[in-house]
């Protein structure tokens, strides 16, 4: 049983975790609201998945968000379930109930969303779009073109089976927002596209492949990479060089998280207490 005046745990879950900036704007909120709460990094193999969500409420764990690879392995973990889990089937934060159960949201779309319009300036009505990826991130990211009025969508992954399938649902769900999936890259006619998001994790490392040819960027494209370390991938450092405005998922992460943190403690988030904190972490790159 955990003790009165343990602080509560939250954490990020993921396989790896070692590159989350998630700790510190987290605990920068707790500490600023004098919260007796700490966040972790918990990093699990797909061999410890099961137990590790099957025990959280004895660990002391109150919440946690999720990451790649596990944002949809979990969903069938979850006692219950917001809508935008139930439409994407994927889950990026976890409420832990003290009986065990897990009740699941996904707060990444909103960051997105929220992210772009409020401090981008960038209003998805009416415009012609293109994501690469059409795993978690993609799907939050995609239910909220359609519901904020996108003209058109083209989704493109390597796993055509799963792009195939989740244009086939957002047609059902947004017929207004046309929705196809191209074959290749090159089909994704990103030349007369006005958003380009990556939500796949190419980017991530150094020696990952650029998945964009320059020649398709150009200045009147607003191109947004949802990975944020490091703070410029390849495809951002290609759509500057074009004159297209760029932008990581810095922001994304930033309004996630404050989503996240006013679903575990009912209280409001301290945005830029956590903005200063996810900033200083950038200075460490």
Known sequence: MEKSDSPKVYGVLGFPVKHSFSPAMHNAAFHKLSLPAE????EKGPEELTEFL???????IFGINVTIPYKEKVVPFL???????????????????RDGGLEGWNTDGIGFNRHLKSE??????????????????????CDQLGRFGARSLVLYDVDSAKANALADKLNAEFPDMRTRQAASVERLDIKNADLLVNATPVGMK??????????????????????????????????????????????????????????????????EVMKAALEEEIKKL
Not at 120 to 141: Q, R, W, Y
């Open 79 to 97: 006692e219950w379930s917001a809508p935008e889990v139930r439409f994407t089937g994927a889950c990026n934060t976890i409420i832990v109930k």
């Open 54 to 60: 099957r025990t959280l409420a004895n660990q002391n």
């Open 39 to 42: 966040y972790r990094k918990f």
């Open 120 to 141: 981008l300036g960038f209003d998805i009505k009416g415009k012609k779009t293109v994501v690469l990826g059409a795993g978690g991130a993609s799907k939050a990211i």
């Open 206 to 271: 150094p020696e990952n492949p650029c998945i964009v040819e320059q020649t398709e960027l150009h200045s009147r494209l607003f191109v947004y990479d949802v990975i944020y370390n490091p703070a410029e991938t390849e495809l951002l450092k290609r759509s500057r060089s074009s004159g297209a405005r760029i932008s990581n998922g810095l922001g994304m992460l930033l309004y996630q998280g404050a989503r996240s943190f006013e679903l575990w403690t009912q209280m409001p988030a301290p945005v």
